[in-house]
């Protein structure tokens, strides 16, 4: 379905070029908007303080970004949040603007920044096929060239013609991939739609994207999920706080990120503790198969295991743990207090009846502590990856932080009161 | 983002350069043409969904300017005697009221368009241009519909259409400039300042009284005809009279001055959208 494009271009010219791009947000301009009210009262106190003339204060997301990116070549993106990945991709698929520098693109670009954009729950599938084709910036004549195509990938034949509010939220998302899968850019911007859905979805793009790497097309993807990156890019650019930090071969940027990160560069003021003490080794979800150690799939009871290695016994223990979603909000946090431990290997583990939580990437901390001196804290790595079956709303922005199976039901306020009154 | 240029390379490939905001006025019309599928299925999502979501649907379209043809028709017709080129007042006042609704529809629409639109423009790239632009463009079926309706009343009424009539499309158009003109203008304000749409009620309100809606311009004394020709929907509702009930005398200096109005309203509002476009992304 990916037409195979001429490989007259060598390798070598670059297709993507981008030089000294700098992205510069006033502090507070930045995803807020203002009301006129505001204004005037700016007015009235800029001329309250005529003389205290406060220059505004500036914030680079992004400065001095400069690389190439070959023909075919297929890039990972990876930081921490905050660090200007997404502003990087929102610079290449012109969604703003930069305030210094240049980028130069050859060949269409497409960019997938989000699953299901343009849907509206009102039209039908058909028409939202359409919508978010055109949206994404396919000819009307090629999506109905591809229409069979897009619906037998969905899965989603049988409900054509009924509106999408009536879709359950791994139906839109099955078509809103779908659609964005069969975009025919020479250059795609992917930022961390995959994290969503359940893991056969999940599955089933990454399956996709490898075929869309293989067919010769220029693709730059941010995820958080170092085994995505690992799979599909053999190169990786590693973005932190605005600047380019490594860039280079998976492999050594992986390794170098992994490594910072596990040396509590990720942790803000938190180092971790001299390492002759104890030390975290690894973590893993109990029960989980050896190559899915830390994809969380049920939301039924799961353990969760952490291995550490004390060098000497502790009296007055304290083991913290802690659990962060992508934007490092606190999910939920817990203390197991007075432990006494010989020295070797430990695992600890804590036992969930369910964690309800919205799929995405999430990462845990623990740490081990001894009369209030810190023997280690750890930023696990690799992250956790919750794919269980989405239960949300259909509207992305009634989605929620927790993801639970809830029913519904309903009858007639009589029955109820019928039914109360046999109780009494 | 217009300052993004194309220009084909040796490879046939489309070359794109991504840079800092350069110049005050770059309408990028080649980037807009290439756009026009998307701005059609904007303006086909627009329709489907107003009267997918209203129960009653088209006839809505020509409900609202007919009951406020009634209104008009009593309080201004026959309680205030207003002057009405001796034509019956339905058709005086349902003739202007066929632009005006129109033209009110699409201020209001395009006012809050980008803001509405605000996940669209937060995560994927198209002209922003093409949001304004197809809120103006939707209303033309409402418009359309309540037409018709025209047509049917100068039946009843045994008025016949003049070849005058051929001149509603400039009319029209003239009309279709001023809310784009005005909307792109609300549009950007509104995504910057989020209570503009509170102030667009008002506006849309005053305007209305400062055009011969509900009364002929010839009310309005002749040393300050000019000024009021600045108001580019008077020679517009002008227009219309004229044109299809065919009283009045065609009023051709009021369609100069409005001309002139107008393209100044649409170059200065698409300079100052594209000055706020760029940085919408970021503020929305």
């Keep these: 379905m990916w037409c195979e494009i001429d490989a007259v271009q060598t390798m070598s010219e670059p297709v993507i070029q981008v030089e000294g791009l700098g992205k510069r947000y006033r502090v507070g301009e930045r995803e807020r908007y203002l009301a006129l009210r505001d204004l005037l009262t700016r007015a009235f106190t800029s001329l309250l303080k005529r003389n205290g003339k406060r220059s505004p204060d500036f914030l680079w997301a992004l400065r001095e970004v400069s690389f190439d990116v070959a023909q075919g070549e297929v890039v990972g993106l990876i930081g921490r949040n905050g660090a200007g990945k997404s502003t990087l991709l929102k610079l290449l698929a012109r969604i703003t603007r930069p305030t210094e520098g240049w980028a130069e693109i050859h060949g269409r670009v497409g960019s997938l920044l989000e699953v299901g954009t343009g849907f509206h729950p009102e039209l039908t599938g058909r028409e939202n096929v359409y919508l978010s084709g055109a949206i994404l910036g396919m000819k009307k004549q090629e999506i109905s060239r591809k229409f069979d195509e897009i619906v037998s990938f969905a899965e989603v034949e049988r409900f054509l013609d009924t509106p999408l509010k009536h879709y359950s939220s791994g139906m839109q998302m099955r078509l809103a991939f779908a659609v964005a899968a069969h975009l025919e850019p020479e250059i795609l911007l992917v930022d961390e739609v995959l994290a969503v859905g359940d893991l056969q979805f999940q599955k089933k793009c990454m399956g996709k994207m490898g075929d869309v790497a293989k067919t010769g097309r220029t693709i730059i993807f941010v995820s958080h999920q170092m085994n995505q990156i690992r799979r599909l890019c053999p190169r990786v650019v590693w973005i932190d706080a605005g600047a380019i930090r490594m860039d280079g071969a998976a492999h050594d940027v992986l390794a170098g990120y992994e490594s910072a990160m596990f040396a509590g560069d990720g942790a803000k003021g938190l180092q971790r503790g001299a390492a002759t003490k104890a030390r975290f080794l690894r973590w893993e979800i109990a029960g989980s198969r050896p190559d899915q150690l830390h994809v969380l799939s049920t939301t039924g009871p799961v353990t969760v295991n952490f291995w550490v290695e004390l060098a000497q016994p502790t009296r007055n223990g304290d083991h913290g743990v802690a659990l962060f979603n992508a934007e490092r909000q606190l999910m939920w946090a817990h203390a197991a ?58 509207m992305d922005q009634w989605n929620g932080v927790l993801n639970i199976p809830a029913k519904f039901s309903h009858q007639h306020g009589e029955e109820v009161a019928i039914e109360r009154a046999s109780h009494i | 983002m217009a300052a993004a240029s194309h220009a084909p390379t040796v490879d046939g490939l489309p070359v794109l350069r991504i840079t800092p905001r350069e110049g005050w006025f770059a309408l990028d019309y080649h980037e807009l043409w290439e756009y026009h599928e998307l701005i059609y299925f904007f303006v086909w999502r627009d329709i489907k969904i107003r009267y997918k979501q209203t129960a009653i649907g088209a006839v809505w379209a020509v409900l609202q300017p007919f009951l406020t043809m009634l209104l008009f028709s009593i309080v201004f017709g026959r309680l205030a005697h207003i002057p009405s080129q001796g034509l019956p007042y339905p058709i005086f006042y349902y003739s202007a009221l066929l632009p005006w609704m129109y033209f009110a529809a699409a201020l209001q629409n395009s006012t809050t368009t980008i803001v509405e639109n605000q996940r669209l423009v937060t995560k994927v790239y198209f002209p922003r241009l093409a949001l304004p632009l197809s ?150």
């Design chain 1, 337 to 394: 207090q007075n432990l006494g431990l010989n020295p070797g290997v430990h695992v600890f583990s804590h036992s969930f009846p369910t964690l309800p939580l919205r799929p995405g990437a999430y990462q845990w901390q623990v740490s081990l502590w001894d009369n209030s001196e810190m023997l280690d804290l750890w930023d696990c790595l690799p992250e956790m990856n919750i794919a269980t079956e989405v239960h949300q709303h259909y």
């Design chain 2, 135 to 284: 809120s103006v463009l939707s209303g033309l079926v409402d418009f359309g519909i309540s037409f018709l309706m025209f047509i049917a009343m100068m039946f009843y009424y045994r008025i016949h259409l003049g070849w005058a009539m051929l001149m509603v499309p400039v009319f029209l158009l003239l009309a279709i400039l001023t809310a784009l003109g005005v909307g792109l203008w609300l549009s950007a304000l509104n995504a910057i300042y989020r209570d503009v749409r509170y102030v667009v009620p008002f506006l849309v309100q005053f305007w209305m009284f400062a055009s011969p809606v509900a009364y002929p311009s010839s009310l309005v004394p002749a040393k300050w005809q000019w000024l009021y020709g600045l108001n580019p929907m008077a020679g517009v509702i002008e227009g219309f009279r004229w044109s299809l009930a065919g009283r009045s005398r065609p009023p051709g200096r009021l369609i100069v001055v409005s001309s002139a109005v107008v393209l100044a309203i649409l170059l200065s509002g698409v300079a100052y959208f594209q000055k706020m476009e760029t940085t919408i992304a970021d503020v929305v």
